[in-house]
């Protein structure tokens, strides 16, 4: 017996124990995002025994990877081939993996053009709480056999099944990229980059950083595509904001920095303040949340926000309400010290009135993957 399907079988040993004795399993990779959605004290089932690149064919675009792999890893792999996870996915430290990458189902910078993680995942083997062992969609983009399950991995914290590996779409690293800055308003900011991303520009990624009190802020956007449509696109675009180009060092650190949330508006969060994530419509203009921290930051065109504000349940109320009223959702995102713990971390499906449908779908779900509650950590709601 090889020794993957010795650990397998230890995954499954683990699994079918916890079901016996009611005690749920939280499931966690290198711990980098172990502070994400809501805390649980429960028995860890370690997936960083099952690692390995199993099949890299880089001329058809596809990865497939066991989840206890380091996503470094990955990314060093897909860098021989000047290739890419287009969507940017955070580490928020050295040891993540790939499967806790899917779990969490974060992107980048990236994500508002090429899409979100659950776009790429292509197929995914996995053990339910049953212990039993599953496979679905396969290495291919046009895969119909059947129910999507692959697609429903990414985003689900654990609380689903365990998943074992994934394949996943990847792409090739853009011929050229640039990236400008310039000091707008944020009213201002949001209707140009809507109007560019409307148009046939090579507009890969924005950020927006500046005061809820209103006043320029510093935007800065990356263009990446075929070398002549980025070449065209610069004076054309940069005429408009009146914006100058980075130098590359500078612009490779920023979008790093950004995507592991290392700029000061995210690093540093007060004792009793939560980074609170919104998630609004392209449409969605400039908003006003009392109690907000001065510096906010706004991602993907505007369609992510960043902001900080007292963490107690008052606030987040309000906020949920007023990002529910513009048509999105708000999320906890990181709590400060001496914010309790216990606190709801994400707007319920039940509180959106175009997701509330989806509740019912959800409970199916658990229950025919997870009859005996192995998964039910209650990480996410």
């Known amino acids: 017996m090889s020794h993957s399907n010795l650990q397998i079988d230890a995954f499954r040993e683990q699994i079918l124990n916890a079901a016996k004795n009611k005690t749920p399993l939280s499931i966690e990779g290198g711990g980098t995002k ?5 805390p649980n004290s429960y028995t860890k089932l370690d997936t960083r025994s099952y690692s390995g690149i199993l099949e890299y064919q880089p001329e058809e675009l596809v990865i497939t990877a066991c989840a206890g792999t380091p996503l470094k890893v990955i990314e060093a792999a897909l860098r021989e081939k000047n290739q890419v996870l287009a969507f940017e996915p955070p580490h928020f430290g050295e040891n993540a993996t790939f499967g806790g990458a899917i779990a969490a189902g974060l992107a980048g910078p990236g994500r508002i053009t090429v899409g979100n993680f659950r776009d790429f995942v292509l197929g995914a083997r996995i053990l339910d709480g049953k212990g039993q062992d599953l496979s679905f969609g396969g290495k291919v983009m046009k895969n119909v056999a059947g129910y999507d399950v692959s697609r429903l991995l990414p985003g689900s914290l654990g609380t689903l099944a365990l998943l074992l590996e994934a394949s996943v779409k990847v792409l090739p690293k853009h011929a050229a990229t640039t990236s400008l800055r310039c000091n707008i308003p944020q009213e201002n900011a949001l209707k140009v980059l809507n109007e560019w991303a409307g148009q046939p520009l090579p507009l890969s990624a924005s950020c927006w950083i500046g005061s809820a009190k209103g006043g320029d802020g510093e935007l800065t ?3 990446a595509g075929a070398a002549a449509a980025v070449k065209a696109a610069v004076p054309l675009m940069s005429s408009l904001v009146n ?3 980075l130098n590359s060092e500078a612009a ?3 979008w790093n920095d950004l995507r592991e949330q290392k700029q000061s508006t995210f690093t540093n969060l007060g004792a009793d303040q939560t980074l609170y994530r919104l998630a609004l419509p392209a449409a969605c203009g400039s908003i006003t949340i009392a109690d907000c ?4 930051i706004l991602e993907w065109h505007g369609q992510q926000r960043w902001i900080k504000a007292p963490g107690d349940e008052a606030t987040f109320k309000t906020i949920k309400a ?3 009223a513009h048509g999105g959702h708000a999320t906890r995102f990181r709590q400060g010290a001496n914010v309790d713990p216990s606190y709801q971390r994400f707007t319920l499906l039940s509180e959106q009135a175009h997701s ?3 509740e019912a779908v959800q409970e199916r779900l658990r229950s025919a993957f997870d009859p005996a509650g192995v998964f039910a950590t209650k990480r996410l709601p």
């Open 322 to 324: 007023l990002a529910s």
């Open 34 to 38: 172990s502070w994400y959605g809501n």
């Open 252 to 254: 490779e650190n920023f």
């Open 356 to 358: 509330k449908a989806l």
């Open 293 to 296: 921290a001065d510096d906010i």
């Open 243 to 245: 914006a100058t180009e």
């Open 221 to 223: 956007f990356r263009l």
